[in-house]
């Protein structure tokens, strides 16, 4: 069999759906943790995140036939898990109804931990930072997420929450306005205080 790692996603996935458990192996070591943070950051329950992404695996591995090729694996498998992940809470939950996640998304909450990995600001900017983006709406705190955290480009989060590219777009630059207008005036009332 084959060794998978170092390789484009493009083999990779073929791999994968002609059955190759070395490629599946592959996959799952190198998404797993990003899926799973992200599932954490949806849901802030990581039972039920784990029970999601091990029945979103093997329903990937059992459905690998029919699965789309494609040419880049982290989108597909954020979309493809988001969309799992909504219809488990809707199943298997009470306390969502997919109409609400669908508009206004779940919320999700920036923890001190992720500024400090994800930034080189002091740690007195991370934590003017954190209640400020905890503030946003939760759509807002997505698209920080998927574009910021994951490195997703702006066609991959259009596909992966389900709005257009210039949806994103702007959703990114309204929040990265208001976040800038907000951190603008503390900077401001901080240097007042100072001087």
């Known amino acids: ?3 998978y790692e170092g390789q484009s996603d493009f083999y990779l996935w073929k791999g994968f759906k002609r059955g190759d458990k070395n ?3 592959v996959i799952f070591r190198r998404y797993y943790p990003l899926l799973h943070n992200y599932g954490r950051k949806l849901t802030q329950n990581t039972t039920l995140t784990e029970d999601c992404l091990q029945d979103f695996f093997l329903y990937l591995y059992e459905h690998r036939h029919n699965l789309k090729d494609v040419d880049t694996i982290k989108p597909y498998l954020f979309k493809a898990f988001r969309n799992r992940l909504f219809n488990y809470l809707k199943v298997n939950t009470n306390i969502v109804s997919l109409e609400t996640i669908e508009k206004n998304g779940l919320p999700i909450e920036f923890s001190a ?6 930034q080189e600001n002091a ?3 991370n934590a003017q930072i954190l209640p400020l983006l905890n503030q946003l709406t939760n759509k807002q705190k997505e698209l920080i997420y998927l574009k910021y955290y994951n490195n997703l480009s702006i066609t ?3 596909e992966v929450v389900g709005i257009s590219y210039q949806g994103v777009l702007n959703g990114l630059s309204k929040t990265m306005k208001k976040l800038r207008k907000v951190l603008a005036f503390v900077v401001v009332s901080m ?3 100072l001087f």
């Open 156 to 158: 991959d989060i259009a």
């Open 23 to 25: 490629a599946l192996n």
């Open 123 to 125: 740690q007195l900017q």
């Open 113 to 118: 931990e992720e500024l400090m990995i994800h």
């Open 1 to 3: 069999m084959p060794s």
């Open 191 to 193: 240097l007042s205080i």
